[in-house]
């Protein structure tokens, strides 16, 4: 099993493009998350998912779009990238509910410029 | 609102020199508190879960705490290769979602 995998690795955007981080998770898990830590800070939900077809939003939504078309996908999209969105992406898995252990890609560093 | 707060910010240790990490909660019903580590330029990995007040989890030279209020991540002759950043987390019995604290960089020097 791959687990949860992320890309790109790194990105740098300029202000006002968009851009779609990938996740993909191999673990039939119904749970996904999509997380940003900044700098000696907690990890922030951005948006989350419960299955194929559902999301809600998370703490910071705000300037993120999400889709999940399959159990395996879940696709973070930035529409007009702005500075305070510079921050390292995580995504997460977890099989029923949002407290059973959540299993974590290796990230995506993006700075916008 | 779900709060958590980890002490020490930092700490460093000399390799062999036990001591422990602090988590304190505060939630309406506690559905898990989950304990990860963090190397840099990685994502977090599982160490624990603790589900009730009195419980504890060992692995290796790691030791978890829960009581009511808080947890104690007890590192008992840690090696240089038990430096990363610690992060707790608590998940409420009707949330929909974890809550994290900042962490404690945790270095331990050979």
């Known amino acids: 099993n791959a687990g949860v995998t992320q890309t790109p690795k790194f990105r740098i955007l300029k202000i006002g493009q968009s851009m779609t981080l990938q996740c993909t998770q191999d673990?039939?898990?119904?749970?996904m998350y999509w997380y940003r830590q900044d700098p000696g800070m907690g990890l922030k939900l951005i948006y989350y998912?419960?299955?194929?077809?559902?999301?809600d939003k998370g703490e910071v939504p705000n300037g993120y779009n999400v889709s999940r078309s399959t159990t395996e996908d879940f696709p973070l999209r930035l529409e007009l990238a702005a500075p305070s969105q510079t921050s390292v992406y995580f995504c997460?898995?977890?099989?029923?509910?949002?407290?059973?252990?959540?299993?974590f890609g290796p990230g995506t560093r993006l700075t916008v410029l | 609102e779900d709060q958590v707060t980890q002490s020490p910010e930092a700490l460093r240790l000399q390799e062999g020199e036990s001591s422990s990490l602090n988590c304190s909660y505060t939630?309406?019903?506690?559905?898990?508190l989950f304990w990860y580590r963090q190397d840099p330029g990685k994502g977090p990995e599982f160490l624990f879960t603790l589900y009730s007040a009195g419980e504890e989890k060992e692995k290796e030279r790691l030791k978890a705490t829960l009581t009511k209020k808080e947890s104690f991540l007890h590192i008992t002759a840690p090696k240089p290769e038990d430096s990363a950043t610690y992060l707790c987390a608590v998940g409420e019995t009707s949330g929909s979602r974890l809550t994290f604290g900042e962490g404690t960089q945790l270095t331990v020097n050979p």
């Open positions: 998912s419960v299955g194929a077809g559902i999301t």
């Open positions: 997460a898995s977890s099989w029923r509910t949002v407290t059973d252990t959540q299993y």
């Open positions: 939630v309406s019903g506690l559905r898990g």
């Open positions: 673990m039939n898990h119904n749970y």
